[in-house]
């Protein structure tokens, strides 16, 4: 029997912090169970204060503590950690452009690819596919799964 792939919800965030969710999402799903990170998301919203970017750029290593040990999300150390990173990535990109909306609207000149590659280097846990699936859930134009 041929196993079904999980699509993603697509939609479009209304402000930084829907993004900063969704990016967290993407780079948590890769390499993960997507129903596991499916059913666990809202224990992660909590965990993560609603993905408040402000707040999460604000954490360090007690917060940091507190997640890893939270038996209610997955504790992967180093996808929390570079989740914080993330959050003061977000904040420099929304403070240059006025908003993460408007940084994604500068790259609308590159090729697809191209968009890829930046926003890898940009954020830590970001590969190919979780910028794929990233692009693909905040309504962004993306090739067909094949292509990507």
Not at 79 to 97: M, R
Request: hydrophobic share 35%.
């Amino acid at each position: 029997m041929r196993q079904m792939r999980e699509v993603p919800e697509k939609i479009t965030p209304k402000n930084d912090d829907g993004y900063f969710e969704e990016l967290t999402k993407a780079i948590f799903r890769a390499g993960f169970s997507w129903p596991v990170i499916r059913q666990k998301w809202e224990n992660f919203r909590i965990g993560f204060d609603q993905f408040n970017v402000a707040k999460v750029a604000s954490y360090g290593g007690e917060e940091i503590t507190r997640l890893f040990n939270d038996a209610s999300i997955v504790r992967n150390r180093r996808k929390i950690v570079n989740t914080v990173d993330n959050a003061q990535t977000f904040l420099e990109l929304s403070q240059g452009y006025g908003s993460f909306s408007q940084y994604l609207r500068s790259l609308d000149h590159l090729a697809y690819h191209d968009r890829v590659k930046e926003l890898s280097i940009l954020f830590r846990g970001m590969g190919r596919i979780s910028a794929f699936v990233f692009l693909k859930c905040v309504n962004e134009p993306t090739p067909n799964w094949q292509e990507r």
